[in-house]
């Protein structure tokens, strides 16, 4: 049998083939498997919470936001030399994901998510949040959207969405919300899939844009101390560079991560013959359960990075020779020896590595919870007989992405 993801990603299967090649890759004899990207993956639910956990000396972050195709095929792309000299020279600091001062790191970390931290979601605060993601919901539906015809793009309408929802949850300018999904993608492109000429230098120059913008957002929330996240950083006093990155990356890592969840569950929800999960939404409480189903088994972000820096033996006893790894967070959520029925909406288990686990696990979690929560239970309220436009009727072939996935969801509203 052909190794299940060998050639296709997550984001070009439907939500029933990813189901089938998950359950394949759980049954495949060996637990890691070198993918033709270079790029060693590992799935089993123990191996991935480890090497996400990242703990040990032989398992490093520092490499988790490189781009995929490396920095000698930037440099050999003019264009993309160009936005690279004028947007992105010194290169970026590091300051989430990729940074190793575990001192630096905390400060950064809890000013976004620590008790009080920026995105935290305090139990009193939810109503209010909640109201806030349910207008963003409407502003997103109504500004952009022509619903009379009954038709509805789902995944425009989901990355409107979530580009909006971030956008005000880091404190930038409105104006600027619409433009944060492309520059979002830039950065989420570069990090998954191996991208060439033209594409690769308009990436590199949303990347730039990304910069760019939070550049000026750190330096106006310095004079300024507002109560977004650039005044914050800016209060705790970490470093400029750190902060203009702290302030990038979170803008990038909301927007696709969100609105792939939204678009893949969505697929799940309409395709189902008896639409028992989509019916849920209509209940508040089990619309909490329905959204936390859908970030376990069909999350925006289905792999991360990881980089294994001396020969290494998992407490599993999987081996590890040094090298990238591509750390499959999604898969682990259905390994059936941490979840017996992972497709079962009741199914028991342990915690879900949507967010990845450990010092760096997701900031913007409790937000992207909510967001999901709150978008699906609002399309249900709108379109409660939705149905979805069968695939065949649109062309566009998704892309191989490593990291990000999603689906291309058009409805009909009644
Ligand atoms: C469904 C939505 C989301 C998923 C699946 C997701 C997933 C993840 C994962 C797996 C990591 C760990 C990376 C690592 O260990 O190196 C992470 C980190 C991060 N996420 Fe999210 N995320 C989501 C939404 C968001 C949102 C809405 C924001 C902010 C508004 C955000 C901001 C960040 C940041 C800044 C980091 C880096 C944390 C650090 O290393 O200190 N994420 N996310």
Redesign the pocket.
């Known amino acids: 049998m052909k190794f299940p993801f060998d050639e296709l990603t997550p984001n070009q299967l439907s939500f029933a083939e990813r189901d089938e090649r998950y359950r394949q890759l759980h049954d495949w004899s060996e637990p890691t498997y070198r993918h033709n990207s270079g790029l060693r993956m590992v799935w089993r639910y123990d191996d991935v919470r480890e090497l ?1 956990e990242a703990a040990s000396p032989g398992i490093s ?1 520092a490499k ?1 936001l490189e781009p995929l195709v490396g920095f000698g095929r930037i440099a050999a792309n003019p264009r993309a030399v160009g936005h690279l000299c004028r947007h992105l020279l010194p290169l970026p600091a590091k300051a ?2 990729d940074l190793t001062d575990d001192i630096l ?1 905390k400060r ?2 809890d000013t ?1 998510a620590g008790p009080g931290g920026h ?1 935290t979601v305090p139990r009193a605060q939810r109503p209010q949040r909640i109201k806030d993601l349910t207008e963003h919901f409407h502003h997103a539906l109504g500004t952009e959207r022509d619903v009379s015809d009954r038709t509805l793009d789902v995944t425009s309408l989901s990355i409107d969405y979530a580009a909006r929802i ?1 956008g005000a ?2 404190g930038l300018p409105p104006a600027d919300w619409p433009h944060v999904a492309i520059w979002s993608g830039a950065q989420s492109g570069l990090l998954g899939r191996r991208m060439r000429g033209r594409e690769l230098a308009e990436a590199v120059g949303g990347l730039g844009r990304l910069f760019t913008v939070s550049a000026d957002a750190i330096a106006s929330g310095g004079r300024d101390r507002t109560d977004g996240l650039p005044g914050r950083l800016c209060a705790a006093r970490i470093p400029r560079r750190v902060a203009v990155s702290a302030v990038a ?2 803008l990038a ?2 927007v696709h ?2 609105s792939g ?1 939204i678009q893949q569950g969505l697929q799940r929800l309409l395709n189902n013959p008896d639409r028992q999960w989509w019916h849920l939404l209509a209940d508040e409480a089990s619309t909490a359960h329905v959204a936390a189903k859908v ?1 376990q088994l069909d ?3 289905v792999a ?1 990075k990881r980089h294994v820096v001396d020969s290494l033996t998992l407490r599993s006893g999987t081996a590890l020779s040094p090298g990238p790894v591509l750390v499959m ?1 999604a898969a682990a959520n259905r390994d059936p020896r941490a979840f017996p029925n992972p497709l079962d909406l009741h199914g028991a288990g342990k915690l879900p590595l ?3 686990f450990g010092k ?6 409790q ?2 919870q909510l967001a ?1 929560e709150v978008f699906l239970r609002e399309l249900h309220a709108l379109a409660p007989a939705a149905r979805l436009v069968p695939a065949r009727q649109r062309t566009r072939a998704r892309p191989s992405d490593l990291l990000f996935s999603g689906a291309d969801i058009v409805i009909v509203t009644g």
């Open positions: 996400m972050n988790s989430t994901a790191h950064v970390w976004l995105f971030v949850a880091v990356n979170s890592a909301g991560t969100v969840s970030l999350p925006g972000l991360w967070c949507t967010f990845g760096h696990v997701c900031p913007g979690k937000l992207a999901v």
